[in-house]
């Protein structure tokens, strides 16, 4: 066993943690080297002196001013919660929230209108004098006729405002002649 | 056991009459589900371990006091960063132990500034003499200040492991996972740290046998 050797296995000597073989090879060197074997006893002093260093205690007061400290750290910890929130919620969020109610409120009144024009055109197509009819189906005859019927007697002189129908066959030559 | 509240629990911390039978983990485990009666007797278990581990690192007892405080403050806050995968203890010395380091540099940077500051006739008015200590009182404090002075001239490194493994009485595996180094560098360092307390105190040793 050499210095080095004997440095690295103080501690294993000194809590027995050697092999029986090693144990034997380190005793013969402190045999050996007397100077060695007053370095052991003296770390084997020195090991027992930091054992017997008073273990200190905190102050009685500690747990007192611990759980203060966390309460005022809680304390804190609510107010730039609720400092950095909008009704609990982070300040994005909060922006994104409210655009969405927005934005259903917007699709609610749109939907309202739209049930509502459709319930108009619906209750209109159902009275029978608004019944609409396609176009090409109406006799332009017929609806004058229905007209006139309908419209009220005041409404007849009305007609004498229509423009006459002018009758140009006494005017017209035609080319040969 | 009731889940409590802890403003409630203050009375129960400070008489100390806790009926835990729980291990550590057990009590983390509890704490991390809400029991916080389970937090007050963390800290009743391991505030003076932890405050003793401190102040032989630091050599400062009103500070460690503080680094103590706020490890247990970290453990409020950070509990769900345990996992069970580690020993509780080691979490929580590898907290303070990082704690304690930060105040240290920070200390070491103040320190340099001072004395940077200072002229030279001031540094050598200030530093006090240890032969004027030795004077002054020839008890048992003094011996004690001397070990403590012992260890803290020790290198950061040194004194660190052989505080855990000669005061604290922590295995060379829960050491090894404090300091993050293997279990050879652990068993290399406390052997040095020893050989090199060894010539640190041995004047004290000499003044005891006298």
Redesign the interface.
């Known amino acids: 066993m050499n210095r080095y050797q004997f440095?690295?296995s103080?501690?294993?000597y000194i809590e027995n943690k050697l092999s029986l073989s090693k144990r034997k090879e380190f005793d013969s060197y402190l045999n050996e080297n007397p100077e060695a074997k007053n370095?052991i006893s003296?770390?084997e002093?020195?090991?027992e002196?930091?054992?017997t260093?008073?273990?200190?205690?905190?102050?009685?007061k500690?747990?007192?001013?611990?759980?203060k400290?966390?309460?005022i750290?809680k304390k804190e910890n609510n107010r730039k919660y609720n400092k950095g929130t909008i009704l609990g919620f982070a300040p994005m969020h909060a922006t994104i929230l409210s655009g969405l109610f927005a934005s259903l409120i917007f699709l609610c009144i749109q939907l309202y209108t739209s049930k509502k024009m459709t319930e108009n055109v619906n209750y209109a197509n159902q009275t029978p004098e608004n019944k609409m009819e396609p176009v090409d189906k109406i006799n332009i005859a017929d609806l004058d006729e229905q007209n006139r019927l309908n419209t009220p007697k005041d409404s007849i002189k009305h007609d004498s405002l229509k423009p006459q129908k002018k009758d140009f066959s006494s005017k017209i030559h035609l080319v040969n002649d | 056991m009731m889940k409590q509240n802890l403003s409630s629990l203050s009375a129960m911390s400070l008489n100390k009459q806790s009926k835990f039978i729980y291990s550590d983990e057990e009590l983390i485990k509890l704490f991390q589900e809400g029991d916080e009666a389970a937090y007050v007797e963390l800290v009743n278990r391991y505030k003076d371990r932890l405050y003793n581990f401190v102040y032989y690192f630091l050599g400062d007892s009103e500070l460690s006091e503080d680094i103590v405080q706020e490890t247990m403050i970290k453990l409020y806050q950070k509990k769900h960063y345990y996992k069970e995968i580690a020993k509780f203890s080691t979490w929580l010395y590898t907290i303070a132990r990082n704690l304690a380091n930060t105040e240290l540099r920070k200390i070491k940077r103040r320190k340099i500034t001072y004395l940077s500051h200072m002229t030279k006739k001031e540094t050598q008015y200030d530093i006090p003499a240890i032969q004027e200590s030795v004077e002054q009182g020839m008890n048992n404090e003094f011996v004690m200040n001397q070990i403590e002075k012992a260890i803290n001239n020790l290198p950061e490194h040194f004194r660190l492991i052989i505080i855990l493994r000669d005061i604290q009485k922590l295995s060379y595996d829960d050491i090894s996972e404090i300091v993050s180094l293997p279990l050879g560098t652990v068993k290399s360092r406390i052997n040095r740290a020893r050989l090199q307390l060894r010539v640190e105190l041995k004047e004290i040793k000499e003044y005891i046998r006298s």
């Open positions: 440095e690295d103080i501690s294993d370095m003296s770390i002093s020195n090991v002196l930091l054992n260093l008073p273990k200190s205690k905190v102050n009685k500690f747990n007192a001013q611990l759980l400290k966390i309460n750290l």
